[in-house]
């Protein structure tokens, strides 16, 4: 009989550690830059069985997903409110995350309150990787380094946006009408996302 799980401590990450290293060890990346970071990625998980959660310092592995309407040429953002910029949808893995792509659109769905037709490209293949420094943990503690697994989500053209406690605004933008307060990175994945849709 095993010990009981010490309350607090990060669980171990199993399916979901597997499940990152297969989808990034099998995805093609589209350029060198994209390829560098994926065996970085690769590098952090066979380097920490807890790679995947948020507890993991000083870097962990985070899932996100763009959410699009095909049909209308519009992107889902989320006016972030600890980074104040808007943003895909995203987050931290949870222990009941099997998959990193499961654990992108369950974040989808958490923040853009489509609950019904919100799915994965057909693919379920990362679409985009991107590492970036923040403060996760709060503004008194140290900068973590989020290592983001970014997929595409479509969603249906009568879909209904919920704004979540997690957001300052939720809104939907055209492909090339995204606003002002969105940084490279975000305007990267919308340009990959909308080459993949063509």
Not at 27 to 52: I, K, S, T
Not at 86 to 101: N, V
Not at 103 to 117: C, F
Request: aromatic residues 4%; hydrophobic residues 40%.
């Amino acid at each position: 009989m095993s010990a009981p799980h010490p309350v607090g401590a990060p669980r171990p990450a199993g399916a979901l550690h597997r499940d990152a290293l297969r989808a990034l060890d099998s995805w093609a990346a589209p350029d060198d830059q994209q390829d560098l970071l994926r065996r970085d990625y690769l590098d952090h998980l066979r380097e920490r069985e807890d790679g995947v959660w948020r507890s993991c310092h000083p870097a962990h592995i985070t899932a996100s997903a763009l959410v699009v309407d095909a049909a209308r040429g519009r992107v889902l953002l989320t006016l972030h409110p600890k980074v104040g910029l808007w943003l895909q949808l995203g987050g931290h893995c949870e222990p009941q995350d099997a998959t990193l792509a499961g654990a992108a659109l369950r974040e989808a769905v958490e923040e853009s309150g489509i609950t019904e037709g919100l799915a994965l490209a057909a693919s379920a293949a990362p679409v985009k990787l991107d590492r970036h420094a923040v403060r996760c943990a709060g503004r008194d503690q140290p900068e973590n380094t989020h290592l983001d697994v970014q997929y595409l989500a479509t969603a249906p053209a009568d879909a209904v946006a919920r704004i979540s406690d997690e957001s300052l605004d939720l809104r939907w933008f055209g492909f090339d009408a995204l606003p002002e307060r969105t940084d490279g990175s975000v305007r990267d994945l919308v340009a990959r996302a909308q080459k993949l849709l063509d």
